[in-house]
């Protein structure tokens, strides 16, 4: 089955700072979703990736698929506080059944 | 607002219960997924329905069933319940083409269930 590792676990910015979280996957991606959690509420959907080299953006948040497609980076630039909260990557399995990585918890210092 | 919506928000109930979790697709979308989160599993897939048949399962266990109606609507149905199924459950839905799961999901907000 398809295994899907982010890192890091967790990440505390300051706001106004960079980051990249990442997500491996143990097989050829076909879809990767980005989603954003707040805790204890839904997901909210950022970004799907599918094409190797594949690169999106979406105001201060850039999503690429590598071109293995076995992993994807997630960067977010200037953070802001708006910006916290857990990010999960997403991918479809083999039996059409879909998983998701353990999430990295951003904390963002004003 | 993703245009999913769940029922309850919250439930409390007693270990041996069963409870049903109802969710509503966003319109015109043919299928329905549910979810698991807990804090030790993360987000586990359970199972899929694509208009109205089930499609996809996951890590669902065999004291939970869920059908899809007529209307598209679906229902998680949680038996036997014990200590460790507490947890957020989530339904998305998504217009797939084909009825596959390769395609952005939208989450409704979560049932939070607590057994005691």
């Known amino acids: 089955s398809q295994e899907l590792e982010q890192s890091p676990q967790s990440l505390i910015v300051q706001e106004g700072k960079n980051l990249t979280i990442n997500c491996t996957s143990s097989?050829?991606?076909?879809?990767l979703y980005w989603y954003k959690q707040k805790y204890g509420e839904g997901l909210i959907f950022l970004m799907m990736?599918?094409?190797?080299?594949e690169e999106k953006s979406h105001e201060k948040i850039t999503a690429k698929l590598d071109e293995k497609k076995q992993q994807s980076s997630l960067h977010i630039t200037a953070s802001q506080p708006s910006h916290a909260g857990i990010y999960l990557c997403g991918a479809a399995g083999g039996n059409n059944d879909m998983r998701f990585g353990a999430g990295t918890r951003l904390t963002v210092k004003p | 607002d993703s245009g999913v919506t769940q029922t309850p928000k919250h439930l409390i109930t007693a270990t041996g219960q069963r409870v049903t979790l109802r969710c509503s697709p966003r319109s015109g979308d043919l299928s329905v997924y549910w979810y698991q989160q807990s804090l030790d599993q993360g987000l586990q897939f359970l199972i899929q329905?694509?208009?109205?048949?089930?499609?996809a399962k996951g890590n669902i266990l065999e004291r939970f069933s869920a059908q899809q109606f007529p209307d598209l609507h679906s229902e998680l149905n949680l038996s036997s319940l014990e200590l460790g199924d507490s947890a957020l459950y989530f339904c998305a839905s998504s217009f797939p083409l084909g009825g596959s799961v390769n395609n952005e999901q939208f989450f409704g907000p979560g049932t939070r269930l607590t057994v005691l």
């Open positions: 097989k050829t991606l076909y879809g």
């Open positions: 990736l599918q094409k190797g080299g």
């Open positions: 329905y694509y208009n109205g048949e089930e499609r």
